[in-house]
Nanobody
């Protein structure tokens, strides 16, 4: 499977963005998906994950209540709705496919990564 993230951009504090991740090839609907992010000079960090059915989700404390992850297995798409954006949300956002069906928050448990999309939140 290959992943293509899109939807990033420049937004003011308090604004919203919706990231999309398109998957091509087979082996999408059986695996959990997630979003990670990496800010300049920082390590990549977990943002949100969704199980293969979409029934379970898991969020980093820093985005809980502001971000929502969802998926459409028929379209092979994963989304990240980001509301109430803050300058500390500025980062390159990556979508990733897990090697498992259940939600995971550790990067090493994801075996396929997209190219990333830049999100910049101005203060």
């Amino acid at each position: 499977v290959q992943l293509q993230a899109s939807g990033g951009g420049l937004v003011q504090t308090g604004g919203s963005l919706r990231l999309s991740c398109a998957a091509s090839g087979r082996s999408f609907s059986s695996y959990a998906m997630a979003w990670f992010r990496q800010a300049p000079g920082k390590e990549r960090e977990f943002v949100a994950a969704i199980s293969w059915t979409g029934a379970s989700t898991y969020y980093a404390d820093s985005v809980k209540g502001r971000f929502t992850i969802s998926r459409d297995n028929a379209k092979k798409m994963v989304y990240l709705q980001m509301n109430s954006l803050q300058p500390e949300d500025t980062a390159v956002y990556y979508c990733a496919r897990s090697a498992y069906g259940s939600v995971r928050s550790v990067a090493r448990e994801y075996d396929t990564w997209g190219q990333g999309t830049q999100v910049t939140v101005s203060s």
